[in-house]
């Protein structure tokens, strides 16, 4: 029984350092829900984060500063993602990129309505980004589950995460299909629902994320 209630306390303990971590860090992958405000806005939280450098100096070239401020909801990607986005398509060079992309690469992650886990499903639901419809944009959330390893047990605690989904045809499982249709790309959030200063809601989405080239 001693060691039952001391295995308890210890989960307890490795429960709140993990939840505390997630606060401390919101951009790293914490796994979950932030659930936490900021004073800065959308632009300077990111600015105080070193992993969104390069992201930043992409925003600052097409003038997206005050957009990004504006939007209602934001998936930032991190400097890691676009590292993996210029090595995929061979770019040597940021000036490589800026030739070859446009605005729309930015902005078909932004939306015009605040996007939480209150008002998506696991199904999945579309939402109108600001790039139009040459970037059809759905998201999900997805329920996950985190273990904590001990001698004796694996307490275990469920939570859910948002998913960011670039629609290729019709949105996956809608009625009425083509068999054809192309299976739509997913891309985990690895922190959501950081609400900034200017009233953005700011969802990170994961590190290997696939950028869309646009």
């Known amino acids: 029984m001693k ?9 307890l303990v490795l429960l709140f350092a993990i939840i505390t ?15 936490t405000s900021t004073p800065l806005s959308t632009y300077d939280y ?25 939007a209602a909801t934001v998936f930032a990607f ?35 309505e605040a996007i939480t886990l209150d008002n998506t499903t696991e199904q999945g639901a579309p939402f109108n980004d600001w790039a139009g419809a040459i970037a059809p944009a759905a998201v999900s959330k ?30 996956d499982g809608s ?8 299976v739509d790309v997913k891309i985990a959030c690895q922190s959501s629902g950081i609400k900034t200063s200017t009233g953005t809601v700011l969802h990170i989405l994961a590190n290997n994320a696939p950028l869309n080239k646009l």
Do not use: W
Request: aromatic share 12%; net charge negative; charged share 20%.
């Open 78 to 112: 991190t400097d890691y993602a676009i590292s993996k986005f210029m090595r995929d398509l061979g770019y040597a060079t940021l000036q490589d990129m800026y030739d070859s992309v446009s605005s729309k690469m930015l902005t078909q992650y932004m939306f015009g």
């Open 142 to 171: 997805a329920l996950r589950t985190e273990y904590i390893y001990l001698t004796n047990s694996a307490p275990a605690f469920d939570y859910y995460t948002l998913t960011y989904i670039k629609v290729n045809g019709v949105l």
């Open 46 to 70: 990111l600015k105080s984060n070193t992993q969104f450098d390069t992201t930043l100096l992409l925003i600052d070239h097409f003038n997206l500063k005050d957009s990004l401020n504006k």
């Open 21 to 35: 971590s997630c606060k401390k860090d919101e951009y790293l992958e914490d796994g979950g829900l932030s659930e």
């Open 3 to 11: 060691n039952l209630h001391k295995n308890t306390a210890i989960a």
């Open 175 to 182: 009625s009425g299909a083509p068999p054809a249709d192309l």
